[in-house]
Nanobody, 122 residues
Framework: QVQLVESGGGLVQAGGSLRLSCAAS?????MGWFRQAPGKEREFVAA????????YYADSVKGRCTISNGNSENTVYLQMNSLKPEDTAVYYC??????????????????WGQGTQVTVSS
């Protein structure tokens, strides 16, 4: 079992930036971020394989967000810039143990964090 701990959420004005962090208790093949706004389904944001070579983004955040590995393969960051009110959601870190085509669906992941709130004010 891998435990995931997120940090870095908060309140920011539109146009601002936040960096989310996620630390895993053990090695994984891929780590990703999803988000869930009130009344909506959880949706894919970004993912990165353990090598750091391949990363994947939802169209809604492409060009505004960057996912990266920390010095340890068990840590992942999500740098979010030019934030919009529609980015407001609970952001969840996820980890998977095997290769998938693009890691964009919930079932691609085996472990989930508790979530961190991101609120973007207009």
């Amino acid at each position: 079992q891998v435990q995931l701990v997120e940090s870095g959420g908060g309140l920011v004005q539109a146009g601002g930036s936040l960096r989310l962090s996620c630390a895993a208790s053990g090695p994984t093949y891929v780590m990703g971020w999803f988000r869930q706004a009130p009344g909506k389904e959880r949706e894919f944001v970004a993912a990165i394989e353990w090598s750091g070579i391949n990363s994947y983004y939802a169209d809604s955040v492409k060009g505004r967000c960057t996912i990266s590995n920390g010095n340890s393969e068990n840590t992942v960051y999500l740098q979010m810039n030019s934030l919009k009110p529609e980015d407001t959601a609970v952001y969840y870190c996820a980890a998977g143990r095997r290769y998938r085509r693009d890691y964009a669906v919930l079932s691609d992941y085996d472990f989930w964090g508790q979530g961190t709130q991101v609120t973007v004010s207009s």
